[in-house]
């Protein structure tokens, strides 16, 4: 059974409404309150948006225990609700609550709403997001946050989210997301982040959103510098449909996509230490970069500008598939290469064509097992071993002796007859 009373200027939730109505609405009317005894049926759907709310007592739902969907939205004097708003509703599927005033939620707010799978928040006043606020829902796939004025996501926003598919949070003030804010999101396939004020992003916050397929991050302020490095290098590994992210700066760079930037844009940058989710013990360097320094080397040891005398400089890239190889060291007499030609993918086939210098600096020796080139040559003198080598000088070539030996023979000849 249906029960529309929707716009006849109610005050309060009428009575008489059938105890076995399936759906009430009671929308664009003027109520002012829910209290415990407001509901004297069962309903699956309730519909209460767009009246004059300003107050839900705690357990004004408790006894629609079927209540399924239940929507409170464009409430705009609904600006505070207390824990045990919602107490009860352990079958509610979606509820909404978009274009209230709400500015801060309870963190009990959702306590037991295991069934939930839909929660509608936007367009509130909403500045901060307790930890495990949502910890109870764990069938959550839809999470509206847009609209807010959210400034930092923290490391245990979202724990507990595991089942979790769409995340809009564009449109707020988000400056800050700790590394580990999304560590439970391994489903999201759906990330809205646009027009915020986030200038820089780590890339281990999206490294655990392994299924995600769409990614908005336009409309925010970039920095393109050091600190852009591990977002860029995600964006690298990763096949996902994605917004241009404008770098705002430094200067040399306001204006360029983020995603387009070039290796050698971060040669002088260290890198975090792959084994490490901090990323503060390890200075390392791949073997691209080290080539590139090879060409056009500082005055001063790289350890003095990049990094700190404590720390260590690895030449290649840890892999957690492979092992690790270490350094030719300087008193080896040759260098081995791979012969095998490395077999081309599709994505490095659409490549643009790039010289030999150009290409190593942005492109080669990835993973540190061997030397790929690609369809290129090798740069002449890549990876040789230093001059300064204590290995043995190679001998001069025999057709080089031969004329020498010829004088030789002439000179003893001539002093031994005279």
Same mark, same amino acid.
């Given at each position: 059974?249906?029960?529309?009373?929707?716009?006849?200027?109610?005050?309060?939730?009428?009575?008489?409404?059938?105890?076995?109505?399936?759906?009430?609405? #009671?929308?664009?009317?003027? %109520?002012?309150?829910?209290?415990?005894?407001?509901?004297?049926?069962?309903?699956?759907? @309730?519909?209460?948006?767009?009246?004059?709310?300003?107050?839900?007592?705690? &357990?004004?739902?408790?006894?629609?225990?079927?209540?399924?969907?239940?929507?409170?939205?464009?409430?705009?004097?609904?600006?505070?609700?207390?824990?045990?708003?919602?107490?009860?509703?352990?079958?509610?599927?979606?509820?909404?609550?978009?274009?209230?005033?709400?500015?801060? #939620?309870?963190?009990?707010?959702?306590?037991?709403?295991?069934?939930?799978?839909?929660?509608?928040?936007?367009?509130?006043?909403?500045?901060?997001?307790?930890?495990?606020?949502?910890?109870?829902?764990?069938?959550?796939?839809?999470? +509206? /946050?847009?609209?807010?004025? %959210?400034?930092?996501?923290?490391?245990?926003? +979202?724990?507990?989210?595991?089942?979790?598919?769409?995340?809009? /949070?564009?449109?707020?003030?988000?400056?800050?997301?700790?590394?580990? $804010?999304?560590?439970?999101? &391994?489903?999201?396939?759906?990330?809205?982040?646009?027009?915020?004020?986030?200038?820089?992003?780590?890339?281990?916050?999206?490294?655990?959103? $392994?299924?995600?397929?769409?990614?908005?991050?336009? &409309?925010?302020?970039?920095?393109?510098?050091?600190?852009?490095?591990?977002?860029?290098?995600?964006?690298?590994?990763?096949?996902?449909?994605?917004?241009?992210?404008?770098?705002?700066?430094?200067?040399?760079?306001?204006?360029?996509?983020?995603? +387009?930037?070039?290796?050698?844009?971060? $040669?002088?940058?260290?890198?975090?230490?792959?084994?490490?989710?901090?990323?503060?013990?390890?200075?390392?360097?791949?073997?691209?970069?080290?080539?590139?320094?090879?060409?056009?080397?500082?005055? =001063? =040891?790289?350890?003095?500008?990049?990094?700190?005398? =404590?720390?260590?400089?690895?030449?290649?890239?840890?892999?957690?598939?492979?092992?690790?190889?270490? /350094?030719?060291?300087? =008193?080896?007499?040759?260098?081995?290469?791979?012969?095998?030609?490395?077999? %081309?993918?599709?994505?490095?086939?659409?490549?643009?064509?790039?010289?030999?210098?150009?290409?190593? $600096?942005?492109? &080669?020796?990835?993973?540190?097992?061997?030397?790929?080139? +690609?369809?290129?040559?090798?740069?002449?003198?890549?990876?040789?071993?230093?001059?300064?080598?204590?290995?043995?000088?190679?001998?001069?070539?025999?057709?080089?002796?031969?004329?020498?030996? @010829?004088? #030789? /023979?002439?000179?003893?000849?001539?002093?031994?007859?005279?």
């Amino acid at each position: 059974m249906t029960v529309s009373c929707q716009s006849q200027n109610f005050t309060t939730v009428p009575a008489g409404i059938p105890y076995d109505s399936q759906r009430v609405f #009671l929308q664009n009317n003027r %109520i002012t309150e829910l209290r415990s005894d407001s509901f004297g049926f069962e309903t699956q759907v @309730l519909w209460l948006y767009s009246n004059n709310i300003t107050s839900i007592e705690a &357990g004004a739902f408790s006894e629609l225990r079927e209540l399924e969907e239940l929507d409170l939205g464009d409430n705009p004097y609904l600006r505070w609700l207390d824990g045990g708003a919602f107490r009860g509703l352990e079958r509610l599927q979606s509820l909404h609550m978009h274009r209230c005033r709400l500015s801060v #939620l309870p963190h009990d707010i959702f306590h037991k709403l295991y069934s939930l799978q839909f929660l509608y928040l936007q367009e509130n006043q909403l500045h901060l997001l307790q930890d495990d606020l949502f910890s109870d829902l764990v069938n959550l796939t839809h999470l +509206f /946050l847009h609209g807010n004025r %959210i400034r930092t996501l923290s490391e245990n926003v +979202f724990r507990g989210l595991v089942n979790l598919d769409r995340l809009l /949070l564009h449109e707020n003030r988000i400056r800050q997301v700790n590394r580990k $804010a999304f560590r439970d999101l &391994g489903r999201l396939t759906m990330l809205f982040l646009f027009n915020n004020s986030l200038s820089e992003l780590p890339g281990q916050v999206l490294r655990d959103t $392994a299924s995600i397929q769409f990614l908005r991050l336009n &409309g925010n302020p970039w920095s393109c510098g050091c600190e852009a490095r591990s977002l860029w290098e995600w964006f690298r590994k990763s096949r996902v449909s994605s917004s241009e992210l404008v770098c705002s700066s430094p200067s040399l760079r306001r204006g360029v996509d983020l995603r +387009f930037l070039r290796e050698m844009d971060f $040669a002088t940058c260290p890198l975090p230490d792959p084994g490490s989710l901090a990323g503060t013990t390890t200075t390392t360097f791949s073997t691209k970069t080290r080539w590139w320094f090879s060409k056009a080397k500082p005055v =001063s =040891s790289s350890k003095g500008i990049f990094g700190k005398s =404590s720390e260590t400089v690895k030449a290649f890239p840890f892999s957690s598939n492979k092992p690790h190889n270490s /350094l030719p060291s300087s =008193s080896s007499s040759s260098t081995s290469f791979s012969s095998s030609k490395y077999e %081309i993918g599709e994505e490095e086939v659409a490549l643009p064509k790039l010289d030999t210098e150009e290409y190593w $600096a942005n492109y &080669g020796n990835e993973d540190a097992s061997s030397v790929r080139c +690609f369809e290129l040559e090798c740069p002449p003198g890549f990876d040789v071993s230093d001059p300064s080598s204590s290995s043995p000088p190679s001998l001069p070539h025999p057709a080089r002796l031969y004329p020498l030996a @010829l004088a #030789l /023979l002439a000179l003893s000849l001539h002093l031994l007859f005279g």
